[in-house]
């Protein structure tokens, strides 16, 4: 997967845009006091008469530089502090919470129960799980393409003999995962994973029940077929579908897939 070394969609780049536009003013605003440092005195005084005419001009020009440079703090103050917020690394943007504890019993400690669980479907509307040879047929043409996760295969509603390929990654098989979402934004981790794949017309959409971040776009193969994908805190998963046609859809089709194969308890 590709890395960015800067997150634009980070909180940390947001507030170095603040600080930056904080930086910028005060600049600009030592710059117009110091500038306008000889205009702001004013004529040079040959008389009494002139010395009273000239201080007067001295206090009018000062107040016009102390207006302007009061005017460009203001917008500066204001443009700093309503910059977009950034958003948080991944691993706590959407935290999974504390897993429940079971009752405990005469001799026992209470143990964790699991809230995530990752299993593939066996159906997901018209696409069907396939097992066995089918499945190691194709687990083999692709196993020289590298893959993080867990990796499945499914017949579908199309012509072909492939309907989609689902492939989940959560942080508790993969540390490499983990550090990645306690660095990365959402945002930042599907720009990444989608400029990995070279998918264009990426299209965010509605994330489901489980929260996160989910988008879509076209691979640059053959028949344009549709990749979506999704991550949260502690998973990341992509669906390849061949046969459909528009980011809409298969949206839903993701998100069926996502709700069916990551159960929470």
Do not use: H
């Not at 930056?20 to 005195?41: D, E, H, K, M, Y």
């Amino acid at each position: 997967m590709i890395t960015a070394s800067i997150d634009p969609s980070s909180q940390g780049f947001a507030d170095g845009q603040m600080m930056g536009t904080l930086l910028l003013t005060a600049v600009a605003v030592a710059v117009i006091w110091f500038a306008t440092r000889s205009w702001r005195r004013g004529p040079v005084p040959t008389s009494a008469v002139d010395a009273e005419r000239a201080g007067a001009e001295a206090v009018r020009r000062g107040n016009i530089v102390r207006g302007v440079v009061l005017a460009v703090a203001a917008a500066g103050l204001v443009r700093a502090f309503t910059l977009p917020g950034g958003e948080p690394p991944a691993a706590e943007a959407a935290p999974v919470a504390q897993a429940p504890t079971a009752p405990a019993s005469a001799g026992a400690t209470n143990a964790p129960v699991p809230q995530r669980v990752i299993e593939a479907a066996p159906q997901v509307g018209p696409y069907r799980l396939l097992n066995g040879a089918e499945a190691a047929g194709y687990e083999k043409l692709t196993s020289a393409k590298p893959t993080s996760g867990k990796r499945w295969f499914y017949d579908g509603p199309g012509e072909g003999p492939l309907g989609a390929v689902l492939q989940i990654n959560a942080v508790e098989w993969d540390t490499r995962l983990a550090e990645q979402k306690r660095s990365d934004t959402m945002t930042q981790e599907l720009r990444n994973f989608f400029a990995g794949t070279r998918a264009t017309e990426v299209t965010p959409f509605d994330a489901g029940p489980w929260g996160g971040q989910l988008s879509c776009g076209f691979l640059p193969s053959t028949g344009n077929p549709i990749l979506c994908a999704w991550t949260d805190s502690g998973t990341s998963g992509s669906v390849a579908m061949p046969d459909q046609k528009t980011l809409a859809e298969a949206a839903q089709i993701a998100l069926q897939f996502r709700t069916a194969s990551e159960k929470r308890a």
